[in-house]
């Protein structure tokens, strides 16, 4: 009994965390089904550049990013730039991975933890490495298989 009510509990406040991100702080692209562990930080300069479609999960001390500080005035005074940063659907950010401003990471995606994605990544893909290194393959995240050759690169 115990147990149920604290899986219960995690899963409203997830729900909460989501609304209030959404609602209260800008994220207007995240799709409702997005869990968002805690410790994930998310761009607060351009909050409605990054769009998160349905039932992704972003793993705690992750970092999504929609700008970057490059351009510069006459003054020699830093602004920001913004990008839209775009994560598909039924996508998976690993602990601790890095979203790089203006990357589109195509649905059914498996980021690795750790991983520093600085370049756009194909549907059905699955990404490790600093940077990261993608891999095509057939991903099914529901049983963690993976089928196709495990060497083949694009």
């Not at 909460?16 to 300069?45: A, C, M, N």
């Not at 550049?49 to 793993?59: D, M, N, P, S, T």
């Not at 600093?130 to 495990?150: C, F, K, Q, W, Y």
């Amino acid at each position: 009994m115990r147990i149920y009510l604290i899986e219960a509990l995690s899963g409203i406040i997830r729900y909460l965390r989501s609304f209030w991100l959404r609602k209260f702080v800008g994220y207007s692209q995240i799709h409702p089904t997005v869990v968002i562990e805690g410790g994930v930080l998310l761009d607060k300069v351009y909050p409605s550049r990054i769009h998160i479609k349905a039932g992704c999960l972003v793993a705690r001390g992750s970092v999504v990013l929609s700008h970057e500080h490059v351009k510069r005035e006459l003054d020699n005074h830093r602004l920001p730039r913004g990008y839209d940063t775009h994560i598909g659907e039924n996508c998976f950010i690993g602990i601790n991975a890095v979203i790089c401003p203006g990357v589109h990471i195509g649905d059914s995606c498996i980021v690795a933890a750790g991983a520093v994605v600085n370049k756009d990544v194909p549907s059905n893909s699955l990404v490790a490495g600093v940077p990261a290194v993608i891999r095509s393959r057939s991903v099914n995240l529901i049983h963690g298989a993976t089928e196709g050759d495990p060497n083949k690169q694009i």
